[in-house]
C-alpha cells in the first residue's frame, strides 16, 4: 500500500498528510491558519482566532450539568519552508528529506477529526469541547504566552504533544537560563605581569569556578530526574592570542526541575558558589549569576481523576498506559500556572495519542497505526468523562 491508498481508506491520515503538507515554520503559519479556518468553516465547526492568530474552536455542549474538556496542540513545527512530500515507509510515514511535522500537526490532526466527528453525532450528551491551536511552540512559546485564557472555559487540559501512544505525562521540568560571569579588571601582559599576584587571568578563574559548580542530575525520584543542571558553553579571551592576562569570561547554564524546592535548593548552591569566589578573590575578580526563568514549571497537582481515568481508559482498549514526568517543557506550564474564564486553575496533561520519533529531524516519522488507536483511545476517554 502506498500513501495514496492510505489517504484514500482512511479521513484521519489523509486530515493528517494535508495539514503536514502545509510547510509552517515557527511564525510562518499563516498558511495553515487560513487551512484550518477553512476546514472549520466546511464542517460547521464554530471557531475564532485572536489578535496573535491562535485559533479557539468550541463545540456547545448538549448537557450543560457537564464540565468541557479542551484539546490542545499547536500549528508550527522545526523546519523551513520547503515542500513536504509525506510517504509511506512500511506503517511509518514519513517526508522526503526534510521534517515530517508530526510533531504536533498529529495532534492538531487528531484533535480536528474528532472535533469534527462530534458534531455529527446526536447520540452523546457532553458538557462541550474546547480545541485551542497555537503558533510559534517550537522556537519560543508565544502562542501560548499569548492566548486569551478568557476565551477557554475548560478546566482540564489534554495537550496533545507527547511522543508516545499511551503517555499521560503529569508534571515537567522548568527552565531556566543562567548567566555566570567573571570579571578581573587589572589584566595585562603574559610576560611583564604574570608574577603579580593581584592579577588574575578570568580564563583561569572562571575555569575553576565552572569546576565547583553543579553539573547534571542534582536530584532524582525513582530512577527518574527531577532536577539538573547543564553548562551550555564558556566564552573567554582569544584562542590565537596568548600574551594577554584575560580580564573577562562568561559561562551560560541551563536549570530544569519539576520540584520547586529542589530547584530552589540548586540555585542557592549555584550562588554560595559563586559567593564563596568573591569572598576569596575579593578586590581582584568579582563574579556574578543570573537566574531567569524561561519557561515556568509545571508541578504534579493533586487531582488524581485524569491521569487514572485516562489509564484505565488506555487499559480498557488494550493501551498500556504511561503515566509519568518528563525533564522537559510544553504548553503545558504554561496552562499550569494559568487561570481559566471562570477564574479555575487548569489542570493540564501532556497526552501521548500517536508515536513519532526522531522528532526536530529529517528522519522523523509517525506510525500511522498509533495515530488511528490514538483516536480510538481520545473517543473513549471524552465519552467516560461525559458519562
Not at 458534531?119 to 491551536?133: Q, T, Y
Not at 568579582?286 to 524561561?294: L, M
Not at 515556568?296 to 480498557?316: G, R
Request: proline share 3%; aromatic share 8%.
Amino acid at each position: 500500500m502506498n500513501i495514496g491508498e492510505l489517504r484514500k481508506n482512511n479521513e484521519l491520515i489523509d486530515l493528517f498528510c494535508s495539514i503536514a503538507e502545509i510547510p509552517s515554520p515557527s511564525l510562518k503559519e499563516e498558511k495553515v491558519i487560513d487551512w484550518i479556518c477553512n476546514y472549520c468553516k466546511a464542517n460547521n465547526l464554530p471557531y475564532e482566532t485572536d489578535d496573535y492568530k491562535n485559533i479557539y474552536i468550541t463545540i456547545p455542549a448538549t448537557d450543560t450539568t457537564k464540565k468541557p474538556i479542551l484539546l490542545s496542540a499547536h500549528m508550527d513545527v522545526v523546519g523551513d519552508d520547503s515542500p513536504v512530500v509525506p510517504y509511506l515507509d512500511g506503517d511509518l510515514i514519513k517526508a522526503e528529506g526534510r521534517t515530517l511535522g508530526a510533531d504536533d500537526k498529529a495532534g492538531v490532526a487528531n484533535a480536528l477529526y474528532f472535533a469534527k466527528e462530534l458534531v455529527k453525532r446526536f447520540d452523546i450528551k457532553h458538557g462541550g469541547l474546547e480545541l485551542h491551536f497555537t503558533r510559534d511552540e517550537e522556537n519560543k512559546m508565544t502562542g501560548i504566552k499569548n492566548t486569551d485564557f478568557s476565551k477557554i472555559n475548560s478546566q482540564y487540559v489534554l495537550v496533545l504533544d507527547s511522543d508516545a501512544l499511551g503517555q499521560c505525562l503529569v508534571a515537567g521540568a522548568s527552565y531556566v537560563d543562567v548567566s555566570l560571569k567573571v570579571t578581573a579588571p587589572k589584566g595585562g601582559h603574559s610576560g611583564n605581569d604574570i608574577g603579580d599576584n593581584t592579577r588574575k587571568n578570568a580564563t583561569k578563574l572562571i575555569a575553576d569556578l565552572v569546576s565547583d559548580m553543579p553539573q547534571g542530575v542534582f536530584y532524582n525520584e525513582d530512577g527518574k530526574v527531577v532536577t539538573s543542571c547543564n553548562i551550555g558553553g564558556i566564552l573567554s579571551g582569544n584562542l590565537n592570542i596568548t600574551n594577554v592576562i584575560n580580564t573577562d569570561a562568561a559561562a551560560t547554564y541551563s536549570i530544569r526541575s519539576s520540584n520547586k524546592s529542589k530547584e530552589n535548593e540548586l540555585i542557592q548552591t549555584m550562588q554560595k558558589t559563586v559567593d564563596e569566589f568573591n569572598k576569596k578573590y575579593e578586590g581582584i575578580a568579582t563574579a556574578t549569576i543570573v537566574f531567569n526563568e524561561k519557561v515556568p514549571m509545571f508541578e504534579k497537582n493533586q487531582d488524581e481523576y485524569m491521569p487514572n481515568l485516562f489509564a484505565k481508559i488506555a487499559k480498557t482498549i488494550g493501551i498500556e498506559p504511561e503515566i509519568s514526568s518528563f525533564h522537559a517543557g510544553a504548553e503545558t506550564h504554561i496552562y499550569a500556572n494559568k487561570t481559566n474564564a471562570k477564574g479555575e486553575k487548569f489542570s493540564p496533561y501532556l497526552i501521548g495519542l500517536a508515536t513519532v520519533c526522531n522528532m526536530h529531524s529529517a528522519n522523523e516519522y509517525v506510525d500511522y497505526k498509533t495515530m488511528i488507536k490514538g483516536q480510538e483511545l481520545l473517543k473513549a476517554l471524552f465519552e467516560a468523562y461525559n458519562s
